[in-house]
């Protein structure tokens, strides 16, 4: 089956409401292909790999997370850049690419499906990046030990977390941002949250979680954020009736 590659491109740019996000990545369609898809690999960076294995399978297009247009990285094709969309051209595969709609998408979203995950509920948007609210605080019905979130961690996002136990012993409210966001521990903080689960650590967010008392999970910005492109191969083999899938690297950071 031939789809329109615009019939593609307006599904997501509606559903995930592209053009009300200030964001470095210019979301959208990144690179176009003959007009037609006739199947779909969705991944979270649109690296080199993604796309040799996009086109192994056949796919000629690619949805992704972090795509290959940040602000006017691609004024000069050359290098790397020419190796990605030559690649790309050749192949006829088109890239589209999401990034802070994905992760703050209330259904769809890298945060929200984190959340489902976990198994936590009663979801309201919080943690304010560029003027826009980009995750989730969400509860548990009872509280559970923080050893027992941690475990949950594991099992459902990754197995191979780093724990920052500075805070109270029971868990009952949660902040979730995918991705890089240790430092939005201090608005996790602010926010009386007895847990925050985000994706990549570093020095700044040990001294925060430390300073203000604050547990904190990293569980790799790779893991955290491959249920956003996940939960879109499933939107657009329903609403559009075409082949999708989700490939998955297994990336420990």
């Not at 979301?27 to 192994?56: H, P, Y």
Request: aromatic share 8%.
């Amino acid at each position: 089956m031939n789809t329109p590659l615009q019939a593609l491109v307006s599904l997501l740019d509606k559903t995930l409401a592209i053009d009300t996000f200030r964001d470095a990545c210019n979301n959208g369609l990144q690179i176009a292909n003959g007009g037609t898809v006739t199947k779909v690999v969705t991944g979270v960076d649109a690296s080199l790999r993604l796309l040799k294995e996009a086109a192994a399978r056949g796919a000629d297009c690619v949805v992704c997370h972090h795509g290959l247009s940040w602000g006017d990285s691609l004024k000069r094709i050359t290098g790397l850049n020419h190796r990605l969309i030559s690649f790309a051209i050749e192949h006829n595969i088109a890239v589209y690419a999401v990034h802070l709609p994905l992760d703050a998408h209330p259904r769809y979203g890298n945060n929200a499906r984190l959340c489902k995950a976990l198994g936590l509920t009663h979801l309201r948007p919080a943690f304010a990046y560029h003027g826009e609210s980009i995750g989730f605080t969400a509860s548990y019905s009872k509280a559970i030990t923080f050893d027992a979130f941690c475990e949950r961690v594991r099992k459902a996002v990754n197995p191979e977390i780093r724990v920052l136990d500075f805070g109270k012993k029971s868990v009952k409210t949660v902040g979730v941002v995918s991705g890089g966001a240790s430092d939005m521990i201090d608005q996790a903080a602010d926010l009386g949250l007895d847990a925050y689960l985000t994706g990549e650590p570093s020095l700044q967010g040990y001294n925060q979680a430390e300073h203000l008392c604050q547990n904190v999970v990293f569980a790799g910005h790779y893991a955290t954020e491959t249920f956003g492109v996940r939960a879109l191969s499933a939107l657009i083999a329903q609403k559009l009736r075409l082949p999708a899938e989700f490939v998955d690297f297994k990336i420990p950071y």
